[in-house]
């Protein structure tokens, strides 16, 4: 399935340099995701600043975050997403069992209660979009307000990039 929009192949637009040497930096890559952004430089640099600060500037275990992540590409279909973010979850130190389980639907004894009720707060979020009260006071004793704020943004900007992904069938 080719991509809706044409990527910019890095390095022909010299207007886009320090654009894409600063996605370099903390991607080590353009991917065909940046090579879709850098259509619209702007919206790209907010992109990357966004999505640096949710992966790699917040206090949330990169095993919690991965979970998030795998889960919310499971649930909007966005296959490209899942596989990218297989190795980060087994690099988080989530096993390929755990990795592979997050595509099953319901609850399963191979999380633990919080990792359960995550979850639970990604499915709502992305699926009923309304976090019922009764959930919400499940997960408040566990997690201090920037903590939630962290899991509610992971789960939020996620579901952001696998329907922009899935949109502009951008992946394999």
């Known amino acids: 399935m080719n991509t809706r929009i044409q990527p910019v192949e890095p390095g022909t637009r010299p207007e886009l340099a320090a654009l894409e040497n600063q996605i370099l930096i903390e ?7 940046y090579q879709i952004l850098l259509n619209a430089p702007e919206i790209a640099k907010g992109w990357e600043s966004l999505l640096t600060a949710i992966r790699n500037r ?24 899942f596989d990218a973010h297989i ?6 130190g989530m096993t ?5 389980e997050v ?20 499915d709502v979020m992305t699926i009923d979009i309304q976090v019922p009260d009764s959930l919400f006071e499940k997960i408040r004793p566990f997690f201090n ?11 939020s900007a996620y579901n952001m990039v696998s329907r922009l992904l899935n949109a502009l069938h951008i992946g394999h």
């Open 96 to 100: 390929e069992a755990k990795v592979q």
């Open 145 to 155: 307000d920037q903590e939630i704020l962290e899991l509610v943004a992971t789960i």
């Open 27 to 33: 991607r080590g890559r353009i991917s065909p995701l």
């Open 58 to 81: 917040n206090s949330l275990s990169p095993a919690i975050r991965e979970m998030i992540i795998l889960r919310v590409a499971v649930l909007n279909k966005a296959e490209y997403e």
């Open 103 to 122: 595509r099953n639907l319901g609850s399963s004894n191979m999380f633990s209660d919080v990792e359960q009720l995550i979850l639970n707060l990604t």
């Open 87 to 92: 190795p980060h979850a087994l690099k988080a």
